[in-house]
T-cell receptor, first 112, second 111 residues
Framework: DGGITQSPKYLFRKEGQNVTLSCEQN?????MYWYRQDPGQGLRLIYY???????QKGDIAEGYSVSREKKESFPLTVTSAQKNPTAFYLC???????????FGQGTRLTVV | AQSVTQPDIHITVSEGASLELRCNYS??????LFWYVQSPGQGLQLLLK??????LVQGIKGFEAEFKRSQSSFNLRKPSVHWSDAAEYFC?????????FGKGTRLHILP
């Protein structure tokens, strides 16, 4: 089954702990994105990557880190420096030729 | 920097009525424009997109959108809504290497 897989769907962590959200794609798309969604805020871009071993900060990168060691994978680490990490996180992959982004089902992170 | 404005946070329409969701963007050149739909707790699904050519774009689920350069708008329309259309709708603009989203419009359907 092709697409974007985010895991887990729900994640709970204690305050002060780092946590890594998984995003895997089998669409062979070059570009991948991480967005954060909060009620009434829409989707805000955290990080994006256009190619393996390269990534750029989005609008709200502080307190987050990413890696892009493989084309299929773009994990997001929410660090203890992120002041308000509880949110819904969405990963996407984009076919640059058609400029169409495909989204995963999201991970809801709750930090207590 | 590009921006996307969806002026309506919530819209309520009766089942069977027509729908128009507004979207305005700021961008110097001809933009890539998108409409996505999101059901609660789910990812986003592309409804339609505009790159160039015909300014009236047809999408899935009976939706269409019209690009109006003079008004910097890309409004989404559907002639007759169904209860299953209740969801959140996002307008988006494609910049050189990223996609910028509006804050969304939540659509409520009255029976």
């Amino acid at each position: 089954d092709g697409g974007i897989t985010q895991s887990p769907k729900y994640l709970f962590r204690k305050e002060g702990q780092n946590v890594t959200l998984s995003c895997e794609q089998n669409l062979n798309h070059d570009a991948m994105y991480w967005y954060r969604q909060d009620p009434g805020q829409g989707l805000r871009l955290i990080y994006y990557s256009q190619i393996v071993n390269d990534f750029q900060k989005g609008d709200i990168a502080e307190g987050y880190s990413v890696s892009r060691e493989k084309k299929e994978s773009f994990p997001l680490t929410v660090t203890s420096a992120q002041k308000n990490p509880t949110a819904f996180y969405l990963c996407a992959a984009e076919d640059r030729l058609n400029t169409e982004a495909f989204f995963g089902q999201g991970t809801r992170l709750t930090v207590v | 920097a590009q921006s996307v404005t969806q002026p309506d946070i919530h819209i309520t329409v009766s089942e069977g009525a027509s729908l128009e969701l507004r979207c305005n963007y700021s961008y110097g050149a001809t933009p890539y424009l998108f409409w996505y739909v999101q059901s609660p707790g789910q990812g986003l699904q592309l409804l339609l997109k505009y790159f160039s050519g015909d300014t009236l774009v047809q999408g899935i689920k009976g939706f269409e959108a019209e690009f109006k350069r003079s008004q910097s708008s890309f409004n989404l329309r559907k002639p007759s809504v169904h209860w299953s259309d209740a969801a959140e709708y996002f307008c988006a603009v494609g910049e050189d290497d990223k996609i910028i989203f509006g804050k969304g419009t939540r659509l409520h359907i009255l029976p």
